[in-house]
């Protein structure tokens, strides 16, 4: 089974770590640089993007995660995890960074306050017919995407309008929910067999 890393600076690290679990991985928090070496995968969970962001730079972090993402390692990043993924963000703040990793313009914070958490059931592409229970947790939306970039699931959000919130790019997932506070592990099943094929 493959080994998966879940970037533990800051978030929902024991969630993800059980449903990769259950999906058939082996998983280890990452913290170091060198941590990172035994991983084939790596989830960016969700949590504050810009709090993120401050301690992938104290730990040094920043640097080793955005070379092994280039170099194809496949990253999923949920919530504050998209934010981290995407190539442009909307209402961060000054000194946040993000990777690079997916051609799209992510706003951060975008369903409003009084709307900040809300479920739905979606229909993702590539899990099957059965809609996904979907948590948001003041989450992101993503505004527009690349040509590269496959836009796997929309909500019909509070604007009135649908907004792409799961897309994938290559070996670069995200979703704007959060797939590790419901039992069911479809997205995770679906990220373990992006690292599956990868490394095959
Ligand atoms: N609003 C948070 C941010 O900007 C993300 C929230 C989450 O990850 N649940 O990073």
């Known amino acids: 089974s493959p080994t998966i890393g879940i970037l533990a600076l800051q978030g929902d690290v024991a969630e993800h770590t059980r449903h990769l679990e259950a999906a058939g991985a082996k998983v280890v928090p990452v913290r170091r640089p060198e941590e990172l070496e035994s991983v084939s995968g790596l989830v ?7 709090t993120m962001s401050r301690l992938l730079d104290v730990y040094e972090m920043y640097e080793p995660v955005a070379e092994k993402i280039q170099a194809g390692m496949p990253v999923y990043g949920s919530c504050a995890g998209m934010i981290l993924l995407a190539s442009e963000v909307v209402d961060t703040r000054p000194d946040a960074t993000w ?3 997916i051609d799209m313009t992510v ?13 739905a059931d979606l229909l993702v592409d590539g ?34 309008r649908d907004h792409a919130v799961a897309v994938r790019q290559g070996t670069a997932l995200a979703t704007s929910f959060h797939p590790e506070v419901t039992s069911d592990i479809r997205v995770h099943r679906y990220f373990v067999d992006m690292v599956r094929g990868a490394t095959s």
């Open 44 to 50: 960016l969970p969700g949590g504050e993007s810009t």
């Open 99 to 101: 990777f690079s990793a």
């Open 107 to 119: 706003r951060r914070n975008a369903f409003g306050r009084q709307v900040d958490s809300f479920e």
């Open 127 to 160: 899990l099957g017919p059965e809609p996904l229970r979907t948590v948001f947790i003041r989450a992101p939306w993503v505004e527009d995407v690349g040509p590269d970039v496959t836009v796997l699931a929309r909500v019909h959000a509070p604007d009135g």
